[in-house]
Structure formats: C-alpha cells, structure tokens
Nanobody
Framework: QLQLVESGGGLVQPGGSLRLSCAAS????????VGWFRQAPGKEREGVSCISSSGGVTDYADSLKGRFTISRDNAKNTVYLQMNSLKPEDTAIYYC?????????????????????WGQGTQVTVSS
C-alpha cells in the first residue's frame, strides 16, 4: 500500500519547537518532490514548504522563512519539517504530500492539486 505517514505533532508552548516527519511506505521518495501544507480551523489549506527530489531546492511561505526548515533523508525515505519559534497562529493540521517529478530541481508549493499522494495529517497546537 502506497502511503505517507506524518508524525511529530503535538502540543507546544509559544516559542517552542517541533520536528515533523513524513515517512513514505510502498514507494520511494527519490523521484518525488515533497510539500508540507497546513490547515487551521476555519481556514483553507495553505502551502508551508516544499523540497525538490534532489533536496537541493527548497521553498517556504514568506511568513515562515527563518523559522521553518525542510529537509529530507532519502536513505530513510523521510522528509522533515523543523519548526522553531512557534506561534499560536501556527496551530493547524499539517499534511505532507508527494509529487512525482522528472526534474530534480522542481519544487511546487502553490498548487496542491498537482500532488499525487497525501498523508493523513498531524495536529500541531501552539498554546500556553
């Protein structure tokens, strides 16, 4: 079965950090760009970050630059999202998604409809 599984979410105080993981099973992420998206209560899902299949290209939502870092370990078939200096407005369900690509530098964050596989999401709550 082809699937993505997110983990690492939870409750954290403002200013704290979390590292989310996105593990693929049933297929290799080597040929996939991976994106992180989030959906807060009452809001539309938005792009957070993406990383190319090679790992050499990354992109972030403007409001998150400097606080979030995306990385990947293809040997572990896993992509990570390190989130620092968390704020209450970061509270959301975080999803990872995989996009099959033929260009190793491709990184797409703006069009979630292009993505082939999605995880079930992991809840991140930032609250004191």
């Amino acid at each position: 079965q082809l699937q993505l599984v997110e983990s690492g979410g939870g409750l954290v105080q403002p200013g704290g950090s979390l590292r989310l993981s996105c593990a693929a099973s049933g297929f290799t992420l080597d040929y996939y760009a991976v994106g992180w998206f989030r959906q807060a209560p009452g809001k539309e899902r938005e792009g957070v970050s993406c990383i190319s299949s090679s790992g050499g290209v990354t992109d972030y939502a403007d409001s998150l630059k400097g606080r979030f870092t995306i990385s990947r370990d293809n040997a572990k078939n896993t992509v990570y999202l390190q989130m620092n200096s968390l704020k209450p407005e970061d509270t959301a369900i975080y999803y990872c998604a995989a996009l099959w690509v033929t260009i190793q530098t491709m990184c797409v964050m703006s069009d979630e409809l292009k993505y082939d596989y999605w995880g079930q999401g992991t809840q991140v709550t930032v609250s004191s």
